[in-house]
């Protein structure tokens, strides 16, 4: 068990549009999720941190207005990269925790490429 | 504030060695400790944690760690090195006691040699 997916998989748009990222707890329910970037041959930087039913807690730096952060639901978190530029590229990788865990299930990555 | 070193961005060993790879930490509490895998394009899977109960840990693949507490570290190690083990590593320190977001470390990318 704790399997988590994220689609797309991959997704190229253009730059000024808005992205939505879809990350699932597939066989478990997720009080919290975590949605890391990272970039090339580096390790994974944490942008927010978001709790069911309640607004995302972002990582100094982090755009809140610019990462837009939705945990709806105990098996669902969004990210929405809104007007995006070619620097927003990147490989984006959620995770999320069960309640009263420790352990963090990852996501498969979404490599994100704005031309 | 919590952080992690991992010494050696690259470590290459041949096929059948045996596999070190370093992990040193920083906290001010007794942390929990994991290390992940990550292959190519892919997202994280969980190869092993520490939790406070025994000191060494033993994973899956055939990987196991052990925590030392007086050096600070939680080196990763493998008997044997297969061809499959090649990835990139990380490992990654937790606080119990403060929201038990992650700190990565940078990443250890293991080459496997025929």
């Known amino acids: 068990g704790a399997v988590v997916s994220q689609h797309p998989s991959r997704v190229i748009c253009k730059s000024g549009t808005s992205v939505k990222i879809e990350c699932r707890s597939l066989d478990f329910q997720a009080t919290t999720m975590f949605w890391y970037r990272q970039f090339p041959k580096q390790s994974l930087m944490l942008m927010a941190t978001?709790?069911?039913?309640?607004?995302?807690?972002?990582e100094q730096g982090v755009e809140k207005d610019k990462f837009l952060i939705n945990h709806a639901s105990l098996t669902l978190s969004t990210l929405t990269v809104t007007s995006a530029h070619p620097e927003d590229s990147s490989f984006y990788i959620c995770s999320a925790r069960k309640a009263g865990e420790d352990t963090q299930y990852f996501g498969p990555g979404t490599r994100l490429t704005v031309l | 504030a919590q952080s992690v070193t991992q010494l050696g961005s690259h470590v290459s060993v041949s096929e059948g060695a045996l596999v070190l790879l370093r992990c040193n930490y920083s906290s001010s509490v007794p942390p929990y400790l994991f290390w992940y895998v990550q292959y190519p394009n892919q997202g994280l899977q969980l190869l092993l944690k520490?939790?406070?109960?025994?000191?060494l840990v033993k994973g899956i693949n055939g990987f196991e760690a052990e925590f030392k507490k007086s050096e600070t570290s939680f080196h990763l190690t493998k008997p044997s090195a297969h061809m499959s083990d090649a990835a990139e590593y990380f490992c990654a320190v937790s606080d119990p006691h403060y929201g038990q977001n992650f700190v990565f470390g940078p990443g250890t990318r293991l080459s496997v040699l025929p």
């Open positions: 520490y939790t406070s109960a025994a000191t």
């Open positions: 978001s709790n069911e039913g309640s607004k995302a807690t972002y």
